[in-house]
């Protein structure tokens, strides 16, 4: 079989979540990284011009882009024996998987995301406001449980295991703080654990160049906004 490989950027967690997914299903894969300060990489335009976003995973001339996609290939592809399955059997399980994982992705991040780079005093708080609402939901799915999925890690696991590493690198940057051990005790209980297992660890980016990247990015974002009259 030819060997999987994933067009990724070193410190997006989109990728990161499909490096994941590969080792817990035990399969090769090789990264190509783009270099970001040269532009986007013709290989990246080639694969996916509509999107012009990494990940891109390439399977044998197969090309699947935008990660909770790359996710599903991957499970449904690879499936079955003792390959390690991502999403539930039972249909209303999936469709719950898929649901929360969005909200992840829409509501978690884009809300956090959201409140660091709001400047004002007032629009951070209610950015972070916004954010812990969201936040709120997660903890009721995990509460109880030991990964989102049950015993084992699974789909939304995969998805939210940003939470893990990358929450507190934009809570650092964007001066604010989320994930509260006494507000969310169970989501703080599972992003502590879901970091230290050896497959999901061996792939988190060194924490200070993730911190030094978003931080540059969010300056680089306040300094081209407009100004407000």
Known sequence: ???L???VSPTSFFCTRIEWALK?????YELTFEDWSKGKS???LRSNPAHKKVPVLLDDGVVIAESKVILEYIDEK???GDLYPLLPQDPYERAQARFWAQFADDKCFIGTWGACRAEDAQEKEKAVEAALESFTFLEKQIKG???FAGDKIGYLDLVAGWISHWLGVLEEAGGLKILDAERFPS???WAQNFAEIPPIKECLPPRDMLVNYWTALLSRLRSSAPSKL
């Open 1 to 3: 079989m030819a060997k």
């Open 5 to 7: 490989k994933i067009i």
């Open 24 to 28: 817990l299903k035990g399969l090769e």
């Open 42 to 44: 013709e290989l990246l």
């Open 78 to 80: 690879w499936k079955g």
């Open 145 to 147: 449980k030991k990964f």
């Open 187 to 189: 989501l703080h209980e």
